[in-house]
């Protein structure tokens, strides 16, 4: 059956972690660097609908898509290095897939037949591997397989890449991502894991095309043969994915490795076309050759995790880029945050980020940043929550209401500067009902939110049930801190500024989510900037 989109599948073998994300972003770079079209997806296998109601510290930050679909952090990568916004149809999982063939057998769709995860389970993961492909938008979908193979919650994805090879044939590739350990009392490296993880899947009917093989030391040639030997694979398909300094170097060693040139001979596509990676390779010059640093505090409640603030830290590099000059982050846990250290914790900062989150746990040091920021005239950005802090914060101690909190953490507050949004009163279920996707929102003219954008109207992605008290607005904006972006349609307050204050915004949105290496976003160029010129004063 021949098809005029091509599928690549990406599995991991040994261990997770090992950057199945980065590697599909890369080569997806890479095709798209030649001319082709190419899109990336996510198949998940946890039974959760989406990352939505996971803990950060689970599984890293959850990204939202343009469409409002709450997704896997990978998704994140495929937009920052290929600077195509992603869709609902990106990120799978199987409590979707588990959900759709339920509802399908209620409505009585499969005619009495006995429901089975072959072929009705697969049948589906399958119909949702296609529906990028049967846009016709793309040339070539990558679809990458969470989990390791061998797990049993990820048999059901592995099968349907056995029956898509089957019927796709020629159209069809798999690439394994495995582990090449290297054991320093011997002082070799070792294949033995990856065999025993190839042998897996052909077991489950599946032979990888590619190994892509993760290791912190070169493979030379005798150990690329004996992958290769052993594996069933060319010896032009044993790739090396050697540890490296930034992800943006991963693009640039797979091409080393001619990673692109193998999958199109797969495919029997043309690589004639050489890549264009002009402006890649400006980036990570520029990267690693800043002209200047400065050092921005990010303040939330998960720093011990890293990856729960995913977007924000990949934003600071693409906007520190813009500014030539390296953003040192210095990750402050706002638990432990008080009156007493904050000189000691922020004091040699050039800006504050306070980040976004949920609930009570760590929001008095968030306020207590927040009033650092205001109070010592730091360059200061508040992101959803980190926005909400700062009104609260502006109206306890400039607007002297003691009692003001949002309604999230404290219903029966005096002052709810922050209250639930109409639409969510009447909301039970947690699970993807936030106010989620991308909403327009109306700049104030010279706010240093519409200098950053160079616009009056923007579009931002949104992940929230609560909004700025528009009741309170006229006593904020007669105390100094404005207004300068709303909701055309419901008037929701999206931007909060202090003029007085050099540069000092609170954004109700995620601006972090839609920087990408092309497009650094706006909003932390504009802040980068004012931390720079902070530090030179």
């Given at each position: 059956m021949s098809n005029s989109t091509k599928y690549i599948f990406v599995t991991g073998g040994v261990t997770s972690?090992?950057?199945?994300?980065?590697?599909?972003?890369?080569l997806a770079k890479l095709l798209q660097a030649r001319g082709y079209s190419a899109t990336i997806q996510k198949l998940d296998p946890y039974i959760n609908i989406d990352p939505g109601t996971l803990n950060p510290y689970e599984h890293g930050e959850c990204y939202v898509t343009d469409d409002g679909a709450e997704t896997d952090l990978d998704l994140g990568h495929y937009?920052?290095?290929?600077?195509?916004?992603?869709?609902?149809?990106?990120?799978?999982?199987?409590?979707?897939i588990y959900q759709a063939v339920i509802d399908k057998e209620r409505r009585g769709e499969y005619l009495g037949k006995t429901v089975q995860v072959i072929p009705h389970i697969t049948d589906e993961i399958k119909d949702r591997i296609q529906i990028?492909?049967?846009?016709?938008?793309?040339?070539?979908?990558?679809?990458?397989?969470?989990?390791?193979?061998?797990?049993?919650?990820?048999?059901?994805?592995?099968?349907?890449?056995?029956?898509?090879?089957?019927?796709?044939?020629?159209?069809?590739?798999?690439?394994?991502?495995?582990?090449?350990?290297?054991?320093?009392?011997?002082?070799?490296l070792k294949t033995k894991p990856t065999q025993h993880s190839v042998k897996q899947l052909l077991e489950f009917g599946v032979q990888p095309d590619i190994l892509c093989c993760r290791t912190e030391h070169h493979?030379?040639?005798?150990?690329?043969?004996?992958?290769?030997?052993?594996?069933?694979?060319?010896?032009?398909?044993?790739?090396?994915?050697?540890?490296?300094?930034?992800?943006?170097?991963?693009?640039?060693?797979?091409?080393?490795?001619?990673?692109?040139?193998?999958?199109?001979?797969?495919?029997?596509?043309?690589?004639?076309?050489?890549?264009?990676l002009d402006s890649w390779n400006s980036f990570l010059h520029t990267l690693k050759n800043p002209k200047s640093e400065i050092t921005i505090?990010?303040?939330?409640?998960?720093?011990?995790?890293?990856?729960?603030?995913?977007?924000?830290?990949?934003?600071?590099?693409?906007?520190?880029?813009?500014?030539?000059?390296?953003?040192?982050v210095k990750w402050i846990h706002s638990e432990k945050l008080t009156k007493a250290n904050i000189q000691e914790e922020l004091g040699e900062l050039d800006g504050i980020l306070v980040a976004p989150g949920f609930g009570s746990r760590g929001i008095s040091g968030k306020i207590e940043a927040v009033r650092y920021a205001r109070e010592n005239n730091i360059p200061f950005l508040g992101i959803c929550l980190g926005m909400q802090c700062?009104?609260?914060?502006?109206?306890?101690?400039?607007?002297?209401?003691?009692?003001?909190?949002?309604?999230?953490?404290?219903?029966?507050?005096?002052?709810?500067?922050?209250?639930?949004?109409?639409?969510?009163?009447?909301?039970?279920?947690?699970?993807?009902?936030?106010?989620?996707?991308?909403?327009?929102?109306?700049?104030?003219?010279?706010?240093?939110?519409?200098?950053?954008?160079?616009?009056?109207?923007?579009?931002?992605?949104?992940?929230?049930?609560?909004?700025?008290?528009?009741?309170?607005?006229?006593?904020?904006?007669?105390?100094?801190?404005?207004?300068?972006?709303?909701?055309?349609?419901?008037?929701?307050?999206?931007?909060?500024?202090?003029?007085?204050?050099?540069?000092?915004?609170?954004?109700?949105?995620?601006?972090?989510?839609?920087s990408t290496v092309d497009n650094p976003h706006p909003l932390f160029v504009g802040f980068v900037n004012a931390a720079k010129e902070y530090k030179q004063k």
């Open positions: 972690s090992l950057g199945k994300g980065i590697i599909s972003a890369s937009e920052r290095f290929l600077n195509v916004p992603t869709s609902q149809a990106n990120s799978v999982t199987t409590g979707k990028l492909g049967k846009k016709g938008e793309f040339d070539i979908v990558i679809t990458e397989i969470g989990g390791t193979v061998g797990d049993i919650e990820s048999l059901p994805y592995v099968e349907a890449v056995r029956q898509m090879k089957w019927e796709f044939e020629n159209d069809c590739l798999v690439i394994h991502l495995t582990l090449i350990p290297y054991l320093a009392a011997a002082g070799e493979l030379d040639l005798t150990i690329r043969k004996k992958i290769a030997n052993f594996c069933n694979v060319g010896i032009n398909a044993v790739i090396e994915s050697i540890d490296a300094e930034t992800i943006y170097d991963v693009p640039l060693l797979m091409q080393a490795e001619g990673l692109d040139k193998v999958v199109l001979e797969k495919l029997n596509l043309s690589s004639k076309d050489v890549p264009n505090g990010l303040v939330g409640k998960y720093v011990e995790l890293k990856d729960s603030y995913k977007s924000i830290s990949e934003a600071f590099i693409h906007a520190g880029v813009s500014n030539e000059c390296r953003v040192n700062a009104v609260i914060e502006f109206a306890r101690n400039v607007l002297h209401m003691e009692d003001a909190h949002t309604m999230e953490i404290a219903e029966d507050s005096k002052f709810p500067v922050i209250t639930m949004m109409e639409e969510q009163k009447t909301i039970a279920n947690l699970g993807g009902t936030m106010r989620l996707g991308a909403y327009k929102c109306e700049l104030k003219p010279n706010s240093n939110t519409a200098i950053a954008y160079n616009t009056d109207l923007i579009s931002e992605r949104h992940r929230h049930r609560y909004e700025f008290n528009n009741e309170y607005l006229k006593q904020f904006e007669e105390a100094g801190m404005v207004a300068a972006g709303k909701n055309p349609e419901t008037n929701l307050i999206e931007v909060v500024e202090i003029p007085t204050h050099p540069w000092f915004v609170g954004v109700q949105f995620h601006p972090e989510y839609k």
